[in-house]
């Protein structure tokens, strides 16, 4: 997957972290268990605003999610993932949300005009990290899937 680059003054606040420098390792291991998401195995280091991950996943999905867990929080600028997947696929695009974006106005934009409805795809591509549709913030970055 590679560098993926995030907007460090937006995300998820977690403790010990700043605009100028991200959580601990520790810390951000913690953010990605919150998901859901399994860190045995994963090592996670942070060089001021750029984290690295290396380890293992099950699928490119997860490994993408881990990846935005780690990026969509307040002082990560970039995570280079280096995360072998058991069960490769094709990896998803991602967009880095704007001001006034809603999930419909997304999926109209990198669908297609007339495609607003699949919003839906683009949340529940992004679930756990989403919790419900209407709540995404600038400077987030989401996994955009493709359409099957």
């Known amino acids: 997957m590679g560098l993926l680059s995030f907007i460090k003054g937006a995300g998820e606040k977690i403790f010990g972290a700043s605009e100028a420098q ?3 390792a520790d ?14 195995g ?11 991950v290396k380890g293992n ?3 490119t999905e ?4 881990i990846a935005l867990a780690l990026g969509n929080t307040i002082g990560v600028a970039a995570v280079e993932s280096e ?10 695009r991602f967009y880095t949300v704007q001001k006034g974006d809603t999930l419909w106005k997304v999926a109209e934009e990198q669908y297609g005009a007339g ?8 949340f529940e591509a992004n679930k756990p990290l989403l919790s419900h549709p209407d709540k995404i913030y600038p400077g987030q970055v989401l996994r955009i899937p493709a359409l099957v």
């Not at 994963?42 to 690295?52: A, N």
Request: net charge negative; hydrophobic share 35%; glycine share 6%.
């Open 22 to 24: 991200a959580a601990t």
């Open 57 to 59: 996943a099950a699928t």
């Open 42 to 52: 994963l090592d996670i280091q942070v060089d001021g605003d750029k984290v690295t």
């Open 115 to 122: 495609k607003g409805a699949k919003y839906t795809e683009i």
């Open 83 to 92: 995360i072998a997947v058991e069960t490769p696929s094709e990896e998803a």
């Open 27 to 40: 810390d951000l291991k913690k953010e990605v268990e919150k998901h859901g998401f399994s860190t045995e």
């Open 62 to 65: 997860d490994a993408e999610k």
